[in-house]
């Protein structure tokens, strides 16, 4: 069965940082489009960062350039390295993956929380 397991998340103060992880199983991390989303208390989901299978990467405005996504090929995880943290970053982050070809996310991590304090 597919499985997305996500991790590394913390308490830091502004200005650290963190890297998640997210480990899959049943399926092979390159082979689908791979994406990281927030969600924070009383807020809808939206959108961090994404992988496609053509390792091109895409940010959210807010993040780019302090975040940065990547994969590990053959341990078929996914990571999402935070930089330059502030404390609107934080928020419940889930690894989600999709088959390229369509545009809903198929599967999704638990989550892992990431608060960062002034």
């Known amino acids: 069965q597919v499985q997305l397991v996500d991790s590394g998340g913390g308490s830091v103060q502004a200005g650290g940082s963190l890297r998640l992880s997210c480990a899959a199983s049943?399926?092979?991390?390159?082979?689908?489009?791979m994406a990281w989303f927030r969600q924070a208390p009383g807020m809808e989901r939206e959108w961090v960062a994404s992988l496609l299978t053509d390792d091109r990467t895409l940010y959210a405005n807010s993040f780019k350039g302090r975040f940065t996504v990547s994969r590990e090929k053959y341990n078929d995880t996914l990571y999402l390295q935070m930089n330059s943290l502030k404390p609107e970053d934080t928020g419940m982050y889930h690894c989600?993956?999709?088959?390229?070809?369509?545009?809903?996310?198929?599967?999704w991590g638990q989550g892992t929380q990431v608060t960062v304090s002034s």
């Open positions: 989600a993956a999709r088959h390229c070809f369509q545009s809903d996310y198929s599967y």
């Open positions: 049943g399926f092979a991390v390159a082979t689908y489009c």
